[in-house]
Nanobody, 122 residues
Framework: QVQLGESGGGSVQAGGSLRLSCAAS????????MAWFRQAPGKEREGIAT???????NYAEAVKGRFTITSDNPKNALYMHMNSRKPEDTDMYFC????????????????WGQGTQVTVSS
């Protein structure tokens, strides 16, 4: 098990940048594949970016080229660098951890943070 906590959310104008952080409490952080998900009220939680234990990343089409996921293993920290923000990026953002391979499927994750709200205004 790993405990996760997101931070860095807030309100920004469209086109601006924001960095989300996720702190993980686990001695085995480097063995987890990590991911960012987002969810709007009444909608499904969708996977937007993953990074596996080898550092390979994968992105959903909606954020490809605008968002970058990175992981700092010595700090047990995951980041999401969000550029060229759009109003449709307004969501609650969650980080998640999975032992083994990465996935954009939310059902394959059991370790979740509490989420951080991001609001983008036009």
């Amino acid at each position: 098990q790993v405990q996760l906590g997101e931070s860095g959310g807030g309100s920004v104008q469209a086109g601006g940048s924001l960095r989300l952080s996720c702190a993980a409490s686990s001695y085995h952080y480097s063995g987890y594949s990590m991911a960012w998900f987002r969810q709007a009220p009444g909608k499904e939680r969708e996977g937007i970016a993953t990074i596996d234990t080898g550092g390979t990343t994968n992105y959903a089409e909606a954020v490809k080229g605008r968002f970058t996921i990175t992981s700092d293993n010595p700090k047990n920290a995951l980041y999401m660098h969000m550029n060229s923000r759009k109003p449709e990026d307004t969501d609650m953002y969650f980080c998640a951890a999975r032992w083994g391979g990465s996935s954009l499927n939310r059902w394959e994750y059991v370790n979740w943070g509490q989420g951080t709200q991001v609001t983008v205004s036009s």
